[in-house]
């Protein structure tokens, strides 16, 4: 999944981008709310982590203004006020959950994953291409009744591939929804991955599921 975290304080952020990476999410954070305003509506996110009390425009206004222009990502509201009013009022101009400063990482992570399951009313939790299952919520992969181990990262990139199963996926789009945003490594990295994959997914199984679309990008085939 890719997260927008809005934080100013630094350290809280640093630590937030540090585990969700970990945990295998593509983090985004913006210290500004001007600026996670603007990414919000610039990029695809599947949650934001929005701080109430940001530099130039507070978390309420930020939340307010995206469920405005139309824009439903589901957001978690983090705050350092402990009220009812708070937490209503967060709600009430558009949050999806609310979470006090401190809060448990362990906590974070399952509210983060149960908003990104809620958001998804279109899809089946669970995403099938032929016998090849990609369950997002258990970050669990398995071909027919065969589980298959996947690595964090490989993990979001055969979802992207999942999610869009049957179409050609650029290597742009790979980078975008299983990196991150600040990500100017190099972009072969990707057909590392790809590679990584085949060998889990397709190969010991004799199957040819990933192909390379020369030019374009990658496909996965039922």
């Known amino acids: 999944m890719r997260v927008l975290v809005v934080e100013d304080e630094a350290r809280l952020a640093a630590l937030l981008r540090e585990g969700l990476t970990r945990e295998g999410f593509a983090v985004d954070v913006a210290h500004d709310g001007r600026e996670g305003l603007w990414l919000a509506t610039e990029q695809p996110y599947d949650v934001i982590v929005l701080d109430v009390m940001l530099p130039s425009m507070h978390g309420y206004r930020i939340c307010?203004?995206?469920?405005?222009?139309?824009?439903?990502?589901?957001?978690?509201?983090?705050?350092?006020?402990?009220?009812?009013?708070?937490?209503?009022?967060?709600?009430?101009?558009?949050?999806?959950?609310?979470?006090?400063?401190?809060?448990?990482?362990?906590?974070?992570?399952?509210?983060?994953?149960?908003?990104?399951?809620?958001?998804?009313?279109?899809?089946?939790?669970?995403?099938?291409?032929?016998?090849?299952?990609?369950?997002?919520a258990g970050l669990k992969?398995?071909?027919?009744?065969?589980?298959?181990?996947?690595?964090?990262?490989?993990?979001?990139?055969?979802?992207?591939?999942?999610?869009?199963?049957?179409?050609?996926?650029?290597?742009?789009?790979?980078?975008?929804?299983?990196?991150?945003?600040?990500?100017?490594?190099?972009s072969n990295v990707v057909e590392v991955y790809i590679s990584a994959l085949r060998r889990k997914i397709d190969k010991p199984f004799g199957r040819t599921t990933l192909r390379t679309v020369r030019g374009a990008g990658y496909r996965l085939e039922a």
Do not use: Q
Request: glycine content about 6%; proline content about 4%; hydrophobic content about 40%.
């Open 141 to 186: 992969c398995s071909r027919g009744d065969v589980r298959i181990a996947l690595t964090p990262k490989e993990f979001a990139v055969l979802h992207c591939l999942a999610r869009h199963a049957g179409e050609v996926v650029t290597k742009s789009e790979l980078l975008c929804r299983a990196w991150d945003f600040a990500y100017d490594g190099d």
């Open 64 to 136: 307010a203004e995206l469920r405005e222009c139309g824009n439903w990502t589901p957001i978690l509201m983090l705050t350092a006020k402990d009220g009812e009013y708070d937490e209503a009022e967060a709600l009430d101009t558009g949050a999806d959950d609310y979470l006090t400063k401190p809060f448990s990482f362990v906590v974070l992570l399952a509210r983060l994953r149960a908003l990104a399951r809620r958001a998804v009313r279109e899809r089946p939790t669970a995403l099938s291409v032929g016998d090849l299952t990609v369950d997002p």
